[in-house]
């Protein structure tokens, strides 16, 4: 983690700076990135500074160390879990009826708090009229206000925001296609970031580490709350805190351009799956302010502005289809044209339907022109989208099937060398 020095007496010091912070992760904790933890605690510290709120899902496998972060972040006073997915969860009116009625989660959260729900398919496990209702009300509380009728005839009000009133999210998820689908709900409010897949070497190093720390769970949870608390309580007040704009904002436009366009909708038949027409993709506007507020708020955590910028690349496109975003970097790296069957071979996708799909997509969208030629369809990347991934990550390089996977010997190369074996698998042992 690329981390500025913050000198002594700097507003932006505290006790623990964010390279401690990553390092007390790591003695507990096998970690193949950290780049969920920065924007993880950017996003908390974007949404306590001025500006647009920031809402970020961070999407990766079970158990890829989504959760452990998430709940050490619970632990600060202005993050506040919402346990029940409801509209009566955000805003109800039990408040003042007894000592334990809360209002909803909205009643106890303050400007500039932050909202979190660590498993985010409780959203997409709910009846289809209930979920519509949820999201329907986190758009409201997004915008900055939200009212809720109870009762018929007129019954009562409840209202929260206004004046200004921001709150910011925080989630995690493991389905991607459900937090794609809920951030098309949303209207693209949320900002997705990827955990990579852990790989066969990883994952015997996860395992290694999970078997270190057993019985030893709440220490290690307690370590990184700590941690937590420390590094962002020591930030101190950041509510007059005016974000920078040291960033290029030009940049940023295309960058929001480059991605609406490759999140843009297509209309197709229903029963061939022919293209029809092309749906208008959002305005960058709303996209550029959140990357632009995740920016400064990495600022106030140190990180230096080139891991800051590579950062707020990835979860610009994150929340574009993955297909399709690989498409395009493939067409960008070749240097010329391609056909069809090399696109869908440079991706490692066995159908060249589903990539001819996404070249039409692409196509209908201006970042990609079909050059059609003796019976072939050929293909190459538009100028403009060219200029707009240049500008913001250089010259890309050609993506090709991976054939770097960890081979068996360097699997039971690497168990051996932590002192790994084989263990039947007992359901009477409790601590197994």
């Known amino acids: 983690m690329a981390v500025r020095a913050i000198p002594p007496g700097d507003p932006d010091r505290s006790a623990v ?57 619970e632990t600060l006073d202005d993050v506040h879990p919402i346990d029940d997915v409801s509209v009566a969860g955000l805003l109800s009116g039990s408040q003042g009826r007894d000592d334990s009625a809360t209002g909803g989660v909205l009643a106890q959260a303050g400007d500039r708090d932050t909202l979190m729900i660590s498993d985010m398919s409780t959203i997409t496990d709910m009846h289809h009229e209930a979920r519509g209702r949820f999201m329907a009300a986190l758009r409201r509380v997004y915008d900055g206000s939200y009212t809720r009728a109870v009762g018929t005839a007129g019954g009562r009000s409840f209202a929260w925001g206004g004046d200004g009133r921001k709150i910011g999210f925080l989630g995690g998820a493991v389905d991607l296609d459900e937090a ?17 897949e852990v790989d066969d070497l990883d994952a015997v190093a996860m395992a290694a580490a999970a078997e270190a720390n057993r019985g030893d769970e709440e220490a290690a949870r307690a370590e990184a709350r700590q941690a937590v608390v420390e590094l962002l309580d020591g930030l101190g007040d950041l509510s007059g805190r005016r974000p920078t704009h ?14 609406g366009a490759l999140r843009g909708g297509v209309k197709r038949d229903p029963r061939t799956r022919e293209f029809e027409d092309r749906i208008p993709p959002e305005a960058p506007a709303r996209l550029v302010k959140v990357l632009g507020q995740l920016l400064a708020a990495m600022d106030v955590l140190g990180v230096e502005a080139d891991e800051a910028w590579r950062l707020a690349g990835k979860v610009a ?38 990539v001819r799909r996404d070249l039409e997509d692409l196509t209908a969208h201006g970042l990609v022109e079909l050059l059609p030629e003796a019976g072939q369809h050929w293909w190459r ?26 081979t068996a010997a360097e699997v039971a190369a690497l168990e051996a060398a932590l002192g790994l074996q084989a263990v039947p698998y007992d359901p009477l042992d409790e601590d197994f």
């Not at 908390?44 to 050490?72: C, D, F, H, Y």
């Not at 290029?248 to 991605?259: F, M, R």
């Open 180 to 196: 794609v689908g809920m951030m098309g709900a949303l209207g693209q409010r949320f900002v997705l970031y990827r955990l990579a």
């Open 381 to 406: 990347p538009t100028d403009g989208a060219r200029q707009r991934w240049e500008r913001f990550f250089g010259q890309p390089d050609a993506v090709e099937p991976d054939d770097e996977a960890a």
């Open 17 to 73: 700076d964010l390279d401690g912070l990553v390092d007390t992760f790591r003695r507990r904790y096998h970690l193949p990135v950290v780049d969920h933890i920065v924007l993880a605690l950017a996003t908390v510290v974007a949404n306590r500074m001025p500006g647009p709120a920031v809402w970020l899902a961070i999407v990766g496998q079970s158990s890829g160390g989504k959760s452990t972060l998430l709940e050490a972040l």
């Open 246 to 259: 040291g960033h290029d904002v030009a940049a940023l436009a295309g960058l929001a351009h480059l991605a």
């Open 317 to 354: 496109l994150d929340g574009c289809p993955d297909r399709r975003r690989r498409v395009l970097q493939v067409l960008l790296g070749a240097g010329g044209r391609l056909s069809t069957a090399h696109v869908a071979a440079a991706v490692s996708v066995p159908s060249t339907s589903a």
